[in-house]
T-cell receptor, first 112, second 119 residues
Framework: EAQVTQNPRYLITVTGKKLTVTCSQNMNHEYMSWYRQDPGLGLRQIYYSMNVEVTDKGDVPEGYKVSRKEKRNFPLILESPSPNQTSLYFCASRSGTSNEAFFGQGTRLTVV | AQTVTQSQPEMSVQEAETVTLSCTYD???????LFWYKQPPSRQMILVIRQEAYKQQNATENRFSVNFQKAAKSFSLKISDSQLGDAAMYFCAYRRGILNTGTASKLTFGTGTRLQVTL
């Protein structure tokens, strides 16, 4: 089954404790992105990747890092999480020849 | 920069009735795509319908159809014969149509419209 898998689904952590949210897709997609969803703001892009070793900032990259060492994986790293990073996070992937983006199930992150 | 505006934070419709969700966007591009996504309580993002800007014909998918007014930069979603399962948050989204550029991977979302379906 074609899918984008994020882990964990829920995470509560403390300020400053490094964490990684994993994202994996099994569709051989070139494009992958991370979004955060906040009430009243919709979804905003954090980082994106066009292919292996090619990443760039989206609209709200501060406080986040990403890497793309393999085509299928695109982890989101919070080196020193802060409470303003409490949000719902989505990973998405898309083929370069398709219009349809596939989303992961979302990760609810709470930073206390 | 492109922006997407959904001016209706909440809407309500009775079961079996028709409802229209509004979306306007701002862009200087001529080649782009527009989407409506549904987000039920499960939080999953589900693509409902998409429209290519170069196509004049409005897209339809079963009970879902759009009214795409390119000159007015308007992209409304009509849900016919509403069902209880249609209750969700609906997001309008925009993406540039140029391939192989970084920003072509970005979806710009509106702030969403929460749809309630009543008996």
């Amino acid at each position: 089954e074609a899918q984008v898998t994020q882990n964990p689904r829920y995470l509560i952590t403390v300020t400053g404790k490094k964490l990684t949210v994993t994202c994996s897709q099994n569709m051989n997609h070139e494009y992958m992105s991370w979004y955060r969803q906040d009430p009243g703001l919709g979804l905003r892009q954090i980082y994106y990747s066009m292919n292996v070793e090619v990443t760039d900032k989206g609209d709200v990259p501060e406080g986040y890092k990403v890497s793309r060492k393999e085509k299928r994986n695109f982890p989101l790293i919070l080196e020193s999480p802060s409470p303003n990073q409490t949000s719902l996070y989505f990973c998405a992937s898309r083929s370069g020849t398709s219009n349809e983006a596939f989303f992961g199930q979302g990760t609810r992150l709470t930073v206390v | 920069a492109q922006t997407v505006t959904q001016s209706q934070p909440e809407m309500s419709v009775q079961e079996a009735e028709t409802v229209t969700l509004s979306c306007t966007y701002d862009t200087s591009e001529s080649d782009y795509y527009l989407f409506w996504y549904k987000q039920p309580p499960s939080r999953q993002m589900i693509l409902v319908i998409r429209q290519e800007a170069y196509k004049q014909q409005n897209a339809t998918e079963n009970r879902f159809s759009v009214n795409f007014q390119k000159a007015a930069k308007s992209f409304s979603l009509k849900i016919s014969d509403s069902q209880l399962g249609d209750a969700a948050m609906y997001f309008c989204a925009y993406r540039r149509g140029i391939l192989n550029t970084g920003t072509a991977s970005k979806l710009t979302f509106g702030t969403g419209t929460r749809l309630q379906v009543t008996l």
